[in-house]
């Protein structure tokens, strides 16, 4: 059974910063990627890898501000948040999949099968 679990939102100002941890178990997953959902809008991809490539792949909004990294010994994937904005806010959730997406596949929450509970980031200005 495929469990994952998220740890590190919490509140921060404008310009302060997070890190993010989430740990996987249960399968092999060769796509991991971090999403976030705002009150009242989609769920939308921010940063995703696959085991396949080393590059990373991020939303516009996030690019030089994130940073996505995993540990593959450990089934850790982790979100380094710099620079947060109040745009930022939002619950943030840790997906992965058993297939090796790249590019923009990456960032689509239709692609991923499995999913954590999320944790919230607030940001105030």
């Known amino acids: 059974q495929v469990h994952l679990m998220e740890s590190g939102g919490g509140s921060v100002q404008a310009g302060g910063s997070l890190r993010l941890s989430c740990v996987a178990s249960?399968?092999?997953?060769?796509?991991m990627a971090w999403f976030r959902q705002a009150p009242g809008k989609g769920r939308e991809g921010v940063a995703g890898l696959n085991t396949l490539s080393p590059t990373a792949f991020y939303a516009d909004s996030v690019k030089g501000r994130f940073t996505i990294s995993r540990d593959n010994t450990k089934n850790t994937l982790d979100l380094q948040m710099n620079n947060l904005q109040s745009g930022d806010t939002a619950m943030y959730y840790c997906?992965?999949?058993?297939?090796?997406?790249?590019?923009?596949?990456?960032?689509?929450?239709?692609?991923?099968?499995?999913w954590g509970q999320g944790t919230q980031v607030t940001v105030s200005s």
């Open positions: 997906a992965a999949d058993r297939e090796a997406y790249g590019g923009y596949a990456l960032l689509r929450p239709e692609n991923y099968r499995s």
């Open positions: 249960g399968f092999n997953h060769k796509a």
